[in-house]
Structure formats: structure tokens, C-alpha cells
């Protein structure tokens, strides 16, 4: 089962905030935040955008961590 990572990155002087989605491969995407978005609903298009971009399929459930969110998917077959 996979698990994607999304974390916010604050604006620098050349990009504006972002948010990365991430994998433990080091498969990565990063968005443009949506600022008309909820927090959880911009880290939610990022980790589906890297979900896309994996052509993986499947339902998201996403939890907040210290630094981010974490993202599994529902319908996996392992079961603790």
C-alpha cells in the first residue's frame, strides 16, 4: 500500500506557496496553492494530482500530521 505525503511550502521571492505531494519512492508533484481553497481541500487536489500522475486509482483519506497531512487510500485490502 502507498501512502502520499502533502506539505505546504510558504512563498519565496521567486514562487508563490505551494504544496507538494510526495511518495516514499520520491515521486513528487507540487501545486500552485488554490487560495480559495480549505487547507484540507488543497492538500487533498495535490495528493490526487499525484495520484494521477501515477495512474493510481482508488479513494484518498487524509489525516493531519505535525507537518502536513498523510494520505492513504481507503479501499486497500490490508487490514491491521
Known amino acids: 500500500m502507498k501512502a502520499i505525503v502533502t506539505k505546504f511550502h510558504g512563498p ?7 504544496i507538494s ?8 508533484v507540487f501545486l500552485s496553492k488554490d487560495h480559495s481553497l480549505s487547507d484540507h481541500e ?19 483519506i487524509g489525516g493531519y500530521v505535525k507537518d502536513g497531512m498523510v494520505w492513504v487510500f481507503a479501499n486497500s485490502s490490508y487490514r491491521a
Request: without cysteine; hydrophobic residues 30%.
Open 42 to 60: 488543497a492538500h487533498g487536489k495535490a495528493a490526487r494530482a499525484l495520484l494521477d500522475k501515477m495512474g493510481w486509482q482508488g479513494e484518498l
Open 21 to 28: 505531494a510526495s511518495d516514499s519512492d520520491g515521486n513528487r
Open 12 to 18: 519565496t521571492d521567486t514562487k508563490g506557496s505551494r
